[in-house]
Nanobody, 114 residues
Framework: QVQVVESGGGLVQVGGSLRLSCEAS????????MDWYRQAPGKQRELVAS???????NYADSVKDRFTISRDNAKNTVYLQMDSLKPEDTAVYYC????????WGQGTQVTVSS
């Protein structure tokens, strides 16, 4: 059974940093591309960053140069380092294995206060 569990969210001031983690189980993590999405209140879920099995990364324009996605295959974990946070980054953040369309975690809340 494939599962992902996100953690690391919280309340942070504008300009601060957070590192999100997502631990996956039930799949061969090293061969799977992983995505981070976010959903703000009243808005659609949007793709924030992705990382391929080989470590190639892509970012939404809104987070480019501020967020960094990485993975540790030995720990079955994908990370999202978020720096220079803005109020518009406030959302629930989800990780998602690209090969499993219906697998989502419970998400982790990130709130950026001004």
């Amino acid at each position: 059974q494939v599962q992902v569990v996100e953690s690391g969210g919280g309340l942070v001031q504008v300009g601060g940093s957070l590192r999100l983690s997502c631990e996956a189980s039930g799949m061969i993590f090293s061969i799977n591309s992983m995505d981070w999405y976010r959903q703000a209140p009243g808005k659609q879920r949007e793709l924030v960053a992705s990382i391929s099995s080989r470590g190639k990364t892509n970012y939404a324009d809104s987070v480019k140069d501020r967020f960094t996605i990485s993975r540790d295959n030995a720990k079955n974990t994908v990370y999202l380092q978020m720096d220079s946070l803005k109020p518009e980054d406030t959302a629930v953040y989800y990780c998602h294995p690209l090969a499993y369309p219906f697998i989502w975690g419970q998400g982790t809340q990130v709130t950026v206060s001004s």
